[in-house]
RNA sequence: GCCGAAGUGGCGGAAUGGCAGACGCACCGGAUUCAAAAUCCGGCGAGGUUCACCCCUCGUGUGGGGUCGAGUCCCACCUUCGGCACCA
């Protein structure tokens, strides 16, 4: 009695394809046809191979990609559809700290259980290509690219034809090309290789890291929350550490150009724009002279008695006179030009509104600012010192949630604004960051709104320089910053309009403004046209040990101290390999883990004699990620990284499923990366990924949530409040009577009458209806109940194992179900009944062809040799051409459809043709691929119909000798008329007005108008 | 606050500007069965009308606008979800 029994079928179509190598895709090299119009590379994002197995949300985007795949392999393509694991990271780590199993011996148990799995799933990938991050043999590489990042220096105005042919302006190249100014070289190789580093695309930088004494490590940002340890609750300070830094900043713009062209959604072009965030506007310096006092010739440093000369001068006296130092700088800037690097004698600020610098009060530096100690007179030096301090220890978190309250202090010193000579006090605020333009900004606080609120709270002046337009209204945020000054109500105005109080630019526009004031400053040597990115460059080191480490090491001076040079290892020494630790417990401080290594791991003497000593951070999850698709396509080479003609045929990436929560940075950090291998001339393509989807997150199912006040819950057995019919339904309040509160960082249920607080509690499905808007329960229908599906999650309880589904249901029905749900890039709620209908839809597709009363797998009595009716084929080759279109607009979810309606059609008729049932088998091979091959097996085919020809949509079937077209009056439909599907306007026309329903509403009555489309429908406009 | 996506039956969803609700779930009725499971057939937006077949009105978040005709296009707003959030 063979039912359809997944159970059976699925293993042994697994180990069919396993032991033919089915999906193996051939060498390049082997290739005769290297026709590029026929490949196709369609990837995955690889995952993270966690302890706790797969999610029901992998399966989604690797279904969806492996329907793509199996779809073109019968058309013809030559496809790539490799998978591999991205099994560096923390939990591992966090692992072995717990029981001290070696990480690489967690992670390969998480592989076998993450591949078994995808194995049960029926994917067709190419196993032989199977790569994880933390293979000796692929982090090599990746230390590899890491060597040609740092050995990489950009030069923006350099003009060079790449390997695609295209001419452009800026390129990555190599350090040894790097022009060595004259000075430096005059000051031997040791300055030399300084100035180089510092241009390298890999550098070194003080970056604060999240350091937890409690815990004795250094934590990463997303194990810090709200400025604790997400473990333990722990505070998290901030200390600053050696790090290094990936210059990705070098390629903000061609990163934001090169998105343009890529078929990736709009929606996703828009966040990695936003996310680079590139704005225009001029650098423009303020004398601050040798402590903004006077100066006498020449542009002297400031030194040690420059922060006491400015405390001299007198208090905030705008338009005050202009020192004749000032004079003498302006003409020495005049005759010298901007300098690329401001010295000391000037506060060098970004601004994107250069038309308000006539209405500059105030400037503010931030407090890492290093003019900080210099700028600080005597008498506030206290001040600065106790704000600076509390401010470094305040998280960027903590700096911007207070974001409400403005704080500053003076620094008792004052600039002097280029264009109008006025002495402008400098004051410290963390409003400002160090990390964003110069670090130092010019207030305009009567148009901009941060400065206002600042102005505003310390009472500094405001001058307004830009007129608003006639018809102007504040908007929302100006309004509500509303303030009484010298008696007068105001507000700021951060729009465009046009100057006033600017001198003889008054009535100039904004915009002109901006162009002739940039101009202007640009000729006297005082600003320069500048552009700036919200972008940082990249922290590229983990201070962990399951990461990839550095191929670098830091040459020691006689005392063993590090002397700041680097050597970078030679090639042939990669792969640079893990240290033996006995232990991975926490350093206990904010040293890198990879510290506690044995010496002769981390010491070694150059041939020259020079001490060194290794690098010990280590490198970020992202690194391997950054590439793995390169190496897919060539993941056994020992050579190079990639196969140069390998990589021409098969990049870039046709088709990159993975899901939204990788859209920035993963993505920007690949494109980064290709893009300076393809400046370095290693790839051909300067994007890596061609078209990007993003699948939708599946939710757990939906959940009824009511509202229960006061005593009468059960307990579950987990401790948790329940509710069941027994607890009655007197304690219910509605939830439209209950708002969420955040209370010391945990989210509450308060009743809204009286502010106490209330449980929620789950209610079942079958003590609730709809009504209206919402829903309420069935017995107290006052009561309002929360609908909603949430994220899946362990501490919820609504994780769905995909293991399960398999088991119960079979992996065809898990990824049909996963596809049926709806359109791919939706967030979708996960619901077991539906899985239930796909899996009696593959039933019924099993009786259909099979005959399920057998003792054996036979063929169906109704399935025979016999020609195919007129109706049958028509439907056949309908959902042929409906199935292959959805494919192809991976609208998968239609293609069921139109797979069930042909099997709601055809499964009752006898006798069914063999010959439209065969067809409809490939057309679901791509989607239920084991229950597939064994039909086409059971209808007397031999081997796997993995590279069967996909089934053609003949259009002589497609035609109907008559159609059905809706007649409207007056644009309501008032009846369905029959004509011969060719009918002209005439025949429609007449067809429709001799229409028995349609006649009598027409008689007596003049036709205004008559809207006739073949093949559509009529609309008779009528008066009277 | 800013940017983005989305609001269609009880639920998931379908609809090149042209018959709203395909397909599936849930539910209801029937057949089969000793009975059940499984399976098969039928019904299923709301309201009205009718013995019945039929037919009519309303209906795609809200309000407006264009069009012979709008779920689909335009304007304004509301709600939900996602991202960013002192970026000068």
Not at 34 to 46: A, I, Q, S
Not at 339 to 344: I, V
Not at 371 to 393: G, H, I, M, N, P
Not at 911 to 927: A, G, Q, Y
Request: hydrophobic share 35%.
């Amino acid at each position: 009695m063979p039912r359809y029994d997944a159970q059976r079928i699925e293993p042994k179509w697994q180990a069919y394809w396993d032991k033919h190598q089915t999906f193996r895709t051939p060498d390049v090299m082997g290739l005769s046809d290297l026709d590029r119009t026929r490949k196709l590379y369609v990837l995955d994002m690889f995952p993270y191979p966690s302890g706790s197995g797969l999610h029901v949300g992998h399966p989604e985007g690797y279904t969806a990609t492996d329907i793509v795949c199996r779809f073109a392999r019968m058309q013809g393509k030559h496809v790539l559809h490799p998978m591999g694991w991205d099994a560096f990271g923390l939990p591992a780590e966090e692992h072995a700290v717990k029981t001290g199993t070696h990480p690489r011996i967690t992670t390969e148990q998480n592989i076998n259980t993450f591949r078994r799995q995808l194995k049960s799933l029926g994917f067709s990938y190419d196993w032989n290509r199977e790569i994880s991050t933390t293979d000796v043999e692929y982090y090599r590489w990746t230390q590899w690219i890491f060597l040609q990042v740092f050995d990489t220096w950009y030069d923006p105005a350099f003009e060079w034809t790449g390997k695609d042919g295209q001419r452009r302006v800026g390129k990555g190249r190599p350090i040894a090309e790097l022009p060595i100014p004259a000075d430096v070289k005059a000051q031997g190789e040791e300055a030399v290789r300084r100035y180089q580093d510092r241009h390298r695309l890999a550098y070194q930088h003080e970056a604060p890291v999240n350091w937890c004494p409690a815990l004795g490590t250094v934590l990463a940002n997303e194990e810090v929350v709200d400025g604790r340890s997400e473990r333990g609750n722990h505070p998290v300070e901030r200390v600053p550490l050696r790090q290094w830094m990936l210059r990705i900043t070098a390629y903000a713009e061609r990163l934001i150009d090169d998105l343009e062209p890529l078929d990736w959604s709009e929606s996703i072009k828009i966040l990695q724009r936003n996310w680079i965030g590139r704005s225009e506007g001029a650098e423009v310096d303020f004398y601050v002279g040798a402590g903004a006092g006077s100066v006498e010739g020449g542009m002297g440093r400031g030194g040690e008695g420059g922060t006491a000369a400015a405390g001299e001068s007198s208090p905030s006296t705008l338009n005050a006179q202009p020192s004749t130092s000032f004079d003498a700088w302006k003409s020495h800037r005049a005759a010298n030009g901007f300098p690329a690097e401001p010295g000391e004698d000037v506060l060098r600020i970004y601004t994107t509104r250069p038309d308000t610098l006539y209405g500059a009060t105030y400037m503010v530096i931030a407090p890492e600012h290093p003019f900080v100690a210099r700028l600080t007179t005597a008498d506030q030096k206290d001040a600065v010192e106790a704000y600076c301090r509390k401010a470094s220890q305040k998280s960027d978190l903590d700096r911007t949630d207070l974001a409400k309250d403005k704080t500053g202090v003076f620094t008792g010193s004052y600039a002097i604004n280029p264009v109008n000579g006025a002495r402008v006090p400098v004051w410290i605020a963390d409003y400002v960051l160090i990390s964003y333009g110069t670090g130092a900004i010019m207030a305009v606080p009567a148009h901009d709104l941060r400065d206002w609120e600042f102005a505003v709270k310390f009472q500094l002046p405001i001058i307004p320089v830009v007129q608003p337009p006639a018809k102007h209204e504040p908007s929302k945020e100006e309004r509500a910053l509303t303030a009484t000054i010298n008696g007068e109500e105001r507000c700021p105005f951060a729009g465009e309009g046009t100057a006033i109080n600017s001198g003889r630019y008054d009535g100039t526009t904004t915009l002109e403004f901006k162009k002739q004031i940039t101009a202007e400053l640009a000729k006297a040597g005082l600003g320069k046209k500048a552009v700036n990115y919200r972008l940082r460059d990249w922290l590229f080191s983990r201070q962990r040990y399951w990461g990839e480490p550095f191929p670098i090491w830091h040459e020691l001076d006689a005392q063993g101290q590090p002397t700041g040079l680097m050597r970078p290892d030679k090639e042939t020494e990669l792969p640079v390999l893990h240290p033996h630790l006995e232990d991975f417990k926490p350093t206990g401080n904010p040293e890198p883990m990879l510290s506690k290594a044995p010496e002769d791991w981390l010491y070694k003497t150059a041939a020259d004699g020079v001490r060194l000593k290794r690098e010990t951070n280590s490198m970020p999850q992202w690194a391997g990620s950054c590439w793995y698709y390169l190496r897919f396509c060539d993941p056994k080479n020992t050579q190079h990284f990639i196969d140069p003609a390998v990589e021409k045929y098969w990049l870039p990436v046709d088709l990159y499923v993975g899901g939204a929560d990788h859209a920035v940075l993963h993505l920007l950090y690949a494109r980064f990366w290709h893009k300076v291998l393809f400046d370095r001339g290693h790839v051909s393509t300067v994007e890596p990924f061609q078209k990007l989807v993003n699948q939708g997150m599946i939710l757990g199912e939906v959940e009824f949530t009511g509202f229960w006040r006061g005593p009468g819950l059960e307990t579950s057995p987990e401790g948790h409040p329940q509710w069941s019919t027994a607890c009655g339904f007197a304690g219910f309040v509605s939830a439209r009577d209950v708002a969420e509160k955040e209370i010391e960082g945990n989210s509450v249920h308060v009743f809204r009458r009286s502010g106490e607080s209330v449980q929620s509690v789950r209610v079942p499905a079958d003590q609730i209806e709809k009504k209206g808007e919402g829903f309420i329960l069935k017995a107290e229908p006052a009561i309002s109940i929360d609908a909603r599906a949430f994220k899946m999650s362990k501490s919820r309880g609504n994780v769905i194992n995909p293991d399960k589904v398999v088991e119960q249901y079979g992996a065809d029905s898990l990824r049909l179900y996963e596809m049926f749900m709806g359109p791919l890039e939706q967030v979708k709620p996960w619901s077991m009944s539906g899985v239930e209908g796909v899996f009696r839809f593959l039933g019924r597709v099993w009786r259909m062809v099979a005959d399920d009363r057998a003792d054996d797998v036979k063929l169906s009595p109704a399935v025979q040799d016999v020609p195919a009716s007129e109706a049958q084929l028509r439907t056949l080759h309908k959902t042929i051409k409906a199935v292959t279109e959805d494919i192809e607009k991976m609208s998968f979810n239609t293609a069921i459809s139109r797979m069930m309606e042909f099997t709601n059609e055809i499964s009752g008729q006898e006798p069914r043709p063999k010959s439209i049932l065969e067809p409809f088998v490939l057309l679901l091979s791509p989607f239920a691929p084991h229950l597939a091959e064994e039909l086409w097996e059971l209808l007397g085919h031999g081997g796997s119909l993995a590279y069967t020809p996909w089934p053609r949509a003949e259009e002589k079937y497609l035609v109907e000798n008559e159609v059905e077209i809706p007649v409207q009056i007056n644009g309501k439909l008032r009846a369905v008329v029959r004509v011969p599907a060719g009918a002209d306007q005439a025949a429609l026309k007449a067809a429709a007005e001799s229409h028995e329903a349609i006649a009598p509403q027409l008689a007596g009555k003049t036709i205004a108008k008559c809207v006739v489309v073949p093949g559509r429908m009529v609309n008779f406009v009528v008066k009277g």
